[in-house]
């Protein structure tokens, strides 16, 4: 499995709280649904005080709900950050996926492994049903927040948590 490191920054760029690139969130499976106008400080405030104790969803960059987006997965013990970004021209993409390092040792041993390994794998799905290798999830919940709060209003990765990109 080949991916780039991204390693978390010490400056974090200054963002408005004021501005939100999210324009459409999805809780899953069939939860809320919330169009841009929709989104105010009081879902936002919401989704950040949820993922603690559990959450799925989507947050869209895209007012159809369609690409651009953050998935977010928590239950308690274990946060997944995946971003998929889409080139509108050349239809290029590049996926972006939180990275834990203590796991960094069990990527090769993913490929022979079996998705009910919990040594490899977390407890949580990515879209309710792809087991999350634990490389690919975080356990600092602080730090994932404000992973997810920057998002919603840059509408980019947070550069205060590890990365990896695919």
Same mark, same amino acid.
């Given at each position: 499995?080949?991916?780039? #490191?991204?390693?978390?920054?010490?400056?974090?760029?200054?963002?408005?709280?004021?501005?939100?690139?999210?324009?459409?969130?999805?809780?899953?499976?069939?939860?809320?649904?919330?169009?841009?106008?929709?989104?105010?400080?009081?879902?936002?405030?919401? #989704?950040?005080?949820?993922? !603690?104790?559990?959450?799925?969803?989507? =947050?869209? =960059?895209?007012?159809?709900?369609?690409?651009?987006?953050?998935?977010?997965?928590?239950?308690?013990?274990?946060?997944?950050?995946?971003?998929?970004?889409?080139?509108?021209?050349?239809?290029?993409?590049?996926?972006?996926?939180?990275?834990? !390092?203590?796991?960094?040792?069990?990527?090769?041993?993913?490929?022979?492994?079996?998705?009910?390994?919990?040594?490899?794998?977390?407890?949580?799905?990515?879209?309710?049903?792809? !087991?999350?290798?634990?490389?690919?999830?975080?356990?600092?919940?602080?730090?994932?927040?404000?992973?997810?709060?920057?998002?919603?209003?840059?509408?980019?990765?947070?550069?205060?948590?590890?990365?990896?990109?695919?």
């Amino acid at each position: 499995m080949k991916f780039e #490191i991204i390693p978390k920054q010490d400056n974090i760029p200054p963002f408005d709280k004021d501005t939100l690139a999210v324009k459409y969130i999805e809780y899953y499976p069939f939860g809320d649904i919330y169009k841009e106008d929709e989104i105010t400080e009081f879902i936002i405030s919401k #989704i950040l005080n949820e993922i !603690p104790t559990g959450f799925g969803g989507y =947050l869209y =960059l895209n007012p159809d709900g369609e690409a651009d987006w953050m998935e977010v997965v928590s239950d308690g013990e274990w946060l997944y950050l995946g971003c998929y970004f889409e080139d509108d021209e050349t239809g290029d993409s590049e996926c972006y996926y939180c990275y834990n !390092p203590k796991f960094a040792n069990s990527v090769d041993l993913l490929e022979n492994g079996n998705f009910s390994d919990k040594s490899l794998y977390t407890d949580i799905y990515s879209g309710g049903q792809s !087991p999350i290798p634990k490389f690919q999830a975080i356990n600092d919940f602080d730090a994932g927040i404000k992973a997810v709060e920057y998002f919603i209003h840059t509408g980019k990765i947070y550069p205060g948590i590890d990365w990896i990109k695919d």
